[in-house]
């Protein structure tokens, strides 16, 4: 399960950044070329971590941390006052967590996404897979082994 939710949530943070660059209210989220970058670099960790470059441990893990960063951000964002974003055309909302004023800051719709974002790699991480569960994997039993013929 790690592996698979690194692999998706990877592409959708590549997807998310890519649109940011052209529109950055997208989602009503406050997007700017440094949120971009983030987004696209963040996205790229995960998809390394969803391939066969990294073992199911190591995507574990991954998925941990990426969860927890998430989801730590969101919840202090979430508890945030209202403000007025200097970097996206969205201009006032109710929770604005500005981590670096003009680069990163982070409102009402930022903060939800990436709670939602932080949930799913949690869920990840944090599920149980057994090999049997990963045929072809590196931790996949000697039964799968005799199946796919390795």
């Known amino acids: ?10 592409w959708i943070l590549i997807v998310v950044g890519l649109i940011g660059f052209g529109f ?7 997007l700017n070329p440094v949120h971009d970058i983030v987004l ?5 960790i995960s998809i390394y971590f969803g391939r066969a470059a990294g073992s199911m441990p ?3 893990a991954w998925c941990i941390v990426a969860g927890l960063v998430y989801g730590i951000i969101s919840l202090v964002g979430v508890f945030c006052g209202p403000g007025r974003a200097t970097v996206a055309p969205i ?8 981590l670096a004023p003009g680069a990163l800051e982070f409102g009402t719709a930022d903060n939800w996404l990436q709670l939602l974002a932080g949930v799913l790699y949690l ?14 994997s590196t931790y996949a039993s000697e039964r799968d082994k005799e199946v796919i013929g390795r």
């Open 1 to 10: 399960m790690a592996k698979n939710m690194s692999l998706w949530l990877g």
């Open 24 to 30: 950055p209210g997208f989602l009503a989220m406050h």
């Open 40 to 44: 696209i670099v963040t996205g790229l």
């Open 58 to 60: 190591a995507a574990r």
């Open 91 to 98: 201009g006032s909302t109710y929770h604005l967590l500005v």
């Open 123 to 136: 869920f990840g991480g944090l599920s149980k897979q057994t090999a049997d569960m990963v045929p072809g």
